[in-house]
């Protein structure tokens, strides 16, 4: 079995049921879905060293460049969300109760807690995986745009264990936004940049609700 369908399967075992649960006792949505990220960048790190060489690579080239362009399209996509967020409460009976569901994930959870995690873990990890690992893999087995839609596929398929339709379209809308932005630019630094910054926009300074 290759390295990638293996970490693809580990992937789905470790996200799936934390949407489906949301959490388990104390380790909530937070912890857990750190942790996962965590085991799967350290998976990734012992076992694929050309990984570690590309994002060496990235950081050494126009670093300040990307660093802009990932505020900028951090911003490009918030704006769509707004856009959306609007659209979608006039045309949809069930979105306004589905984009509060999504901001209830922040459970009891201190802001402080959620906005260090999302800098240093989330942000990162999440482009670091789905694009820079596991886009970066399937584009390199199927092509560039075939593994493009299936990184893209599989990142929408793991949050449909929430039930929330107005998750699953979120996680499509970004799973093609930064899918493209790395099939483009082929940086994780960029990405990282841009989720980070896009995470902390929507859900702790101007969240949609």
């Known amino acids: 079995m290759k390295l990638s369908t293996t970490i693809t ?3 789905a075992l470790l996200f799936i049921p934390l949407f489906i649960t949301r959490g388990w006792g104390i380790f909530d949505f937070w912890w857990w879905l750190s942790t996962n990220l965590v085991v799967l960048v350290m998976t990734i790190t012992i076992f694929d060293h050309t990984w570690a060489q590309a994002i060496r690579k990235d950081l050494n080239d126009k670093i300040l460049l990307k660093f802009g362009l990932g505020i900028l399209t951090a911003l490009l996509l918030y704006v769509v969300f707004a856009v ?3 659209a979608s409460r006039h045309l949809f009976a069930f979105a306004d109760n589905g984009i509060q569901d999504v901001y209830a994930f922040k459970m009891d959870a201190s802001k402080y807690r959620i906005a260090i995690l999302m800098l240093l873990i989330i942000g990162p990890g999440e482009e670091l995986f789905w694009r820079g690992y596991l886009q970066r893999s399937y584009q390199k087995r199927t092509g560039q745009f075939p593994g493009f ?3 893209t596929g599989f990142y929408t398929l793991v949050h449909m264990g929430s039930g929330n339709t107005m998750l699953v379209l979120a996680a499509a809308v ?3 936004f930064w899918g493209y932005l790395y099939l483009k630019f082929n940086s994780m ?3 990282v940049v841009s989720h980070t910054v896009w ?3 929507v859900f702790l300074w101007l ?3």
């Open 207 to 209: 969240p949609f609700h």
């Open 189 to 191: 630094a960029l990405n």
């Open 199 to 201: 995470d902390m926009t």
């Open 84 to 86: 959306g967020n609007i």
């Open 174 to 176: 970004c799973g093609l």
């Open 9 to 11: 399967l580990l992937a």
């Open 149 to 151: 839609l299936m990184a």
